[in-house]
């Protein structure tokens, strides 16, 4: 039986190539006669350049500023065909910052911003940035700032990077943006929240506390009225579907850059040749860290059961633990570590996979 196994990466434990190995591993043990071709996948924010990469491709080191303005050193792929890859958390990520100094208050997307300009100076003709995974609620600012807009605060003075300033911005002006040429960026993220919830949705995860996150949306929708007041001509751009994502960086890029937003998952298995990967496949295993219902929303479990619904495929699942989620898509799923992970994640999605591969004739 030819299975193709395609998750997500495991949030904090595991990578997406990682996960795909460990799910092999365990299925080969109960099914040695198997064809087990892997395909891990992204929805734009972890793993994405992991994922995407081949031997044809080249990874690009660049020292850029980091969340908390220190410096990080951060990689990007250079394909074949002129485009470059970046993973937007390579430069302003939450596994960047120690949980104790966890601030959306003090932490930046500048560096970014940097990792643009280092791709467009390499050559690139399309940019494919993947947005999550980051540590920041800037809207932005910090990356256009990098790139060479000049934002302003009442007394004509910059504004300092960071989600503490965003209330003092009073102007932006494009002077010093360097000409793009006919690069264009693509934004990918499976995140469908705008601008003014971006503080609410993401904000306690990356250490804001409730008066912060009331903060941050009174800043976000200050810094709306600025950009699209300078930067869009009046188009309002903070309503629209995944200008939240990363914090509002997608909403920052989109109205300073013309970005366009792509949906991560569905982009990502392009890249990767699932569909093709799926010919003559009986059975098709994918995974992420916690199985609940937002995972059919777009992200990587959610994609991988419309293309195999397409094809009659069954559809099985490992994840480190699974909520309660009634989807009759699913033929089957087993749990990880439903009490969470233990000293060796990977063993244990290998035995999850491979308690679900003797199960398999029942599906």
Known sequence: MRVVVAPDGFKGTLTAPAAAEAIAAGWRRARPDDEVVLRPLADGGDSLCEVVATDADRWVSVEVVGPLGRPVTARFLLRPDGSAVIGSAA????????EAERDPLRTTTYGVGQLLLAAVDAGTSRILLGLG??????AGLGALTALGFRLRVADGSGLKVGGGEL?????????????LGSTTVELLSDVTTPLLRAAEVFGPQKGASPAQVAQLTAALAHVADVVERDLTGGVRLRDDPGTGAAGGLGYGLAAGLGARFAPGAAR???LVGLDAALDDAEVIVTGEGRLDATSMAGKVVGHVVELAADRELPVLVVAGAVDELADDRLADTEAAAPGGPGPDPAAEVAAAAERLATRVGSV
């Open 91 to 98: 430069a302003c990520g939450l596994d960047l910052v120690p």
């Open 268 to 270: 990502v298995a392009e």
């Open 133 to 138: 995974g980051s540590a920041t609620v800037d």
């Open 167 to 179: 209330h003092r911005l009073a102007r932006i002006e494009r002077t010093w943006v360097p000409d």
